[in-house]
């Protein structure tokens, strides 16, 4: 498989960045023993020379490795290898991804649920606002802060500000989550956009169960693509490799 090029839920290939590439030569190195545990990994600026990318890029690859378990950064020291392979629980911020998975599971699907029952006019306005500029957002920064944003407005039209502050003591480590999820492994293309708009078209229905299974369906949906991400790499390869995980 070209380094540019990774399937899609959808057997399609899709184009990958150039953080992606460098994070999968790093961590294919890692996972060979290129690099061994201790070892520390060569500055950003020859990373950036043997890539040939530039160092905002590998900084980008060097903190996905960190999220994955693979290496920690020492300031003024560099990187160092701490895993031969990636972690099955990645800390985002101040939190594990069990950590939010738990409490995404019992907050934002009741969440969704009383959101539909009791969301105002307002509510709706804002979240078809938002899931339009979502849509049409190129810039992934800017689309991780809109993500963010319409998980707390949900939580805000439940009508219980409790939800709301619970989402937004999570609100950081949901951006790291949503960022890192669609650096490697391209949700936003692949199914993000289309689970929020399930979620606003039955909140807008005033549907509390149908609401409640958009938000479970989109939270299973995020909560798989990490695991597929955090899978040792060569693993990963040779399934897609093997006709029998077609």
């Known amino acids: 498989m070209n380094l540019s090029d990774k399937q899609t839920g959808h057997?399609?290939?899709?184009?990958?960045?150039?953080?992606?590439?460098?994070?999968?030569?790093?961590?294919?190195?890692?996972e060979r023993g290129d690099f061994a545990?201790?070892?520390?990994?060569?500055?950003e600026a020859e990373l950036g020379q043997r890539f040939s990318v530039s160092r905002p890029v590998v900084r980008e690859a060097l903190r996905a490795l960190q999220a994955l378990g693979l290496t920690v950064s020492k300031a003024g020291k560099g990187t160092y290898v701490v895993a031969e392979g990636p972690v099955e629980n990645p800390t985002f911020g101040t939190y594990s991804a069990r950590d939010l998975f738990e409490v995404r599971r019992h907050v934002e699907i009741p969440v969704a649920q009383y959101a539909a029952d009791r969301r105002s006019q307002e509510d709706l306005d804002v979240l078809a606002h938002l899931l339009?500029?979502?849509?049409?957002?190129?810039?992934?920064?800017?689309?991780?802060a809109l993500d963010t944003l319409f998980h707390v407005t949900v939580a805000q039209a439940s009508g219980?500000?409790?939800f709301g502050k619970i989402i937004e003591e999570i609100r950081d480590a949901l951006a790291h989550q949503s960022a890192f999820l669609n650096q490697l492994g391209g949700r936003r293309r692949t199914h993000s956009d289309r689970e929020h708009r399930?979620?606003?078209?039955?909140?807008?229905?005033?549907?509390?169960?149908?609401a409640a299974q958009a938000?479970?369906?989109?939270?299973?949906?995020?909560?798989?693509?990490?695991?597929?991400?955090?899978r040792p790499a060569r693993t990963h390869e040779a399934n897609e490799r093997d006709p029998a995980h077609e």
């Open 11 to 30: 057997g399609v290939p899709r184009r990958v960045s150039a953080m992606e590439a460098v994070l999968a030569h790093l961590r294919d190195a890692i």
């Open 37 to 43: 545990v201790g070892d520390k990994l060569p500055s």
């Open 132 to 144: 339009e500029r979502m849509e049409r957002e190129t810039d992934t920064t800017v689309w991780v």
């Open 160 to 162: 219980n500000p409790v």
């Open 198 to 210: 399930a979620i606003v078209e039955a909140i807008a229905a005033g549907t509390g169960p149908r």
């Open 215 to 230: 938000m479970a369906a989109h939270l299973e949906s995020v909560e798989a693509a990490l695991h597929t991400i955090v």
